[in-house]
């Protein structure tokens, strides 16, 4: 159903300048008229009769392209570039293959492409990145997928637009209608369902027509609607072979009036010489963009905007090279200055993929990447009024379905660092983040500004520890973070390390059970003692470690002594002078508090302390 959607009447006739017989004659005018179910039957009856050439596979790969049958498809190109085609078929087999997932065969294809035609902009793209598909693949998700519980396999399903609670879009289910004879599929219409309940869809028979109608783009108050649909009741059309009449899209305009959608007029733009079709209205409804193959563009079908108001439209302007490819774009939708649509003209992973594009300072379109697109078609995506989820058609399950796309919420976790007594910013401060079990995920420093940011996700807390020289070590938690930037402002206390006439006095230097490694809490308070050691060079400092009375006398002998020695080994690895430095392991025999083995837990925590006793000032 998108590939009908994409060609808008736009067709390449170069595949009839060569190979064609009497025995091709009436597929070939089946083909002409866009009848490539009937051409299809045609073309295979001369395989069966053996009178097929590589012109016969080439036409049959195009026809099955053009309905997208991608293994048919396939499996004729494949036939058919035995001998020398043109470069397009070269482009579309290419496609075919990364619609099955087969990308280096693909980018072979694309080389032949290229080489042929070196300066369309598809090749080019094609040769600065030849071997993307991994790449892109690989990028981080925003999105997490799941298909909509209302779209199945029996119906084709596109162009959702969430406006509240409701969702349009646009179906084959009306199985009432009559058959398109190019899909064999009925006519389309537009549904509307409510989200939030267990309601069927429902058409809106208002604007429902006998042949296609949709897809729409209603204004963010939800009292507005343009909409295409095939211009036969117009009179859009343009005269085929024969007494075949090629009905061209248009855009309509459609009011709410109390409560229940009311046609009201075609716009300016429609013609019978091109379609306009695709549309899609900014936020502010001031500017409406769409897809068509009118003259001026660089392709099948490209991307345009015109300035709109219920009375008037300007003039169409092009969107230009950084959207439009010389291939096929559509399906545009807008939220917060950011254009989606899809192509098949850029580096993707399968047929059509959907793209982004800042519309104010973008200078490349970006491909989505999974789980948004995928080897298949994937197209028509929309963001809802709060630009949190998205919803969008895809065929990765062989008929074109309903998706929604769940963003995942991503915070970013701005600290601003400063000096609690005078409020100067802090540059140059370690900052590290921590996972809630405590383990440390990164650190970095805060920036001349005194800023540090992260980027996590929303659905755990972290802690922050921050550290400069001449400051506090300080833990903040973060509980869970909000989507988009959380701002904090944290203070950090001046370092004040109590010195008197006969020790430093630092907070206890904590070690594991029966270990005696120094731990991160420890290594933070003995690095004060570092740094008055440096402001006093002529400091000699002896280590006294001690225990509880919970061991042994020889075991806690033992590991105070080991202790004392870590302490000793750490501050002569930050600098310190060996011959200003001694330890000793006083085990339990210099209690703080001598409560013998009545202890309580707390007096047993005083007593297992480091003493820091000055030798010589």
């Known amino acids: 159903m998108i590939k009908k959607y994409l060609i808008l009447g736009s067709f390449l006739a170069s595949g009839f300048l060569f190979a064609q017989n009497k025995n091709t004659e009436e597929a070939d005018e089946l083909f002409a008229n866009y009848r490539y179910v009937d051409a299809i039957d045609e073309y295979l009856e001369l395989v069966d009769k053996g009178k097929a050439n590589t012109y016969v596979y080439k036409q049959l790969g195009d026809s099955y392209y053009k309905i997208f049958n991608i293994q048919e498809a396939s499996k004729w190109y494949s036939k058919a570039v035995q001998k020398k085609q043109d470069a397009e ?40 990145n030849p071997n993307y598909i991994p790449k892109l693949s690989s990028d981080e998700a925003k999105f997490t997928v799941e298909k909509l519980p209302y779209s199945s396999k029996e119906f084709t399903d596109f162009g959702p637009v969430s406006v509240g609670n409701t969702l349009y879009f646009v179906s084959t289910r009306n199985k009432s209608n009559k058959k398109d004879k190019w899909s064999n599929q009925p006519f389309l219409d537009i549904f509307k369902v409510d989200q939030n309940g267990t309601a069927e869809p429902e058409p809106i028979e208002n604007l429902n027509t006998n042949h296609h109608d949709g897809p729409v783009t209603i204004s963010k108050d939800g009292n507005l609607m343009v909409f295409s649909k095939d211009g036969h009741e117009e009179g859009l059309f343009k005269k085929g072979k024969g007494r075949t009449k090629i009905a061209q899209q248009g855009l309509y305009l459609a009011k709410k009036v109390n409560g229940e959608w009311k046609y009201i007029k075609p716009l300016s733009i429609n013609s019978s010489e091109y379609s306009v079709t695709h549309p899609a209205l900014s936020d502010d409804g001031k500017t409406l963009y769409f897809a068509s193959d009118m003259p001026g563009g660089l392709g099948d079908t490209d991307l345009w905007k015109v300035s709109f108001s219920e009375n008037s439209l300007g003039k169409p302007v092009n969107l230009g090279d950084k959207i439009n490819t ?28 959907v793209f982004s594009f800042d519309l104010e300072n973008g200078e490349k379109a970006e491909n989505m990447g999974t789980p948004i697109n995928t080897e298949k078609d994937d197209f028509s995506f929309s963001m809802d ?7 969008f058609a ?27 007594e005078t409020q100067a910013i802090i540059a140059n401060a370690e900052v590290a983040i921590l996972d ?24 755990q807390s972290y802690q922050l520890e921050i550290s400069n ?25 001046p370092e004040e390390v109590e010195i008197t006439e006969t020790e430093v006095k630092l907070d206890n230097i904590y070690f594991e059970f029966d270990k005696s490694f120094i731990t991160q809490q420890g290594a933070k308070e003995l690095d004060k003692l570092v740094r008055v050691m440096q402001k006093y060079p002529e400091m000699n400092i002896m280590v ?21 020695q870590s302490t000793v080994q750490y501050l002569i690895s930050k600098g310190i002078s060996k ?13 703080k508090i001598d409560c013998g083995a009545n202890c309580t837990e707390d007096e047993d925590a005083q007593n297992r302390r480091s003493e820091f006793i000055i030798v010589k000032k």
């Open 89 to 128: 078929t070269y482009y579309n087999y290419a496609q075919t293959l990364k619609s099955q997932g087969k990308y280096e065969e693909a980018n072979k294809q694309l080389d032949v492409f290229a080489k042929m035609e070196p300066k369309d902009p598809r090749a080019i793209i094609h040769l600065e």
């Open 326 to 353: 010389p291939a096929k774009e559509g399906f545009p939708s807008v939220r917060k200055n950011v254009l989606y649509f899809s192509t098949n003209g850029k580096p993707g992973l399968g047929g059509f993929d």
């Open 385 to 391: 009024l709060d630009n949190k989820n998205g919803y």
């Open 394 to 420: 895809s065929n990765r399950d062989g008929i074109d379905q309903l998706y929604i796309a769940e963003g995942i919420c991503k915070a970013e976790l701005l600290n601003l660092i400063k000096d609690e």
């Open 436 to 459: 809630e079990q405590g383990n440390k995920i990164i650190s970095t420093q805060t920036n001349e500004k005194g800023e540090v940011s992260f980027e996590v996700s929303c659905e």
């Open 469 to 493: 020289p001449g400051y506090e070590t300080k833990m903040v938690t973060i509980a869970q973070p909000v989507d988009g930037v959380n701002k904090k402002e944290i203070l950090l206390t």
């Open 544 to 564: 006294k470690s001690h225990t509880d009375s919970k061991g042994s006398a020889s075991y806690n002998k033992k590991l105070s002594n080991e202790r004392a």
């Open 579 to 591: 011959d200003r430095l001694s330890g000793q392991g006083m085990g339990s025999t210099e209690p």
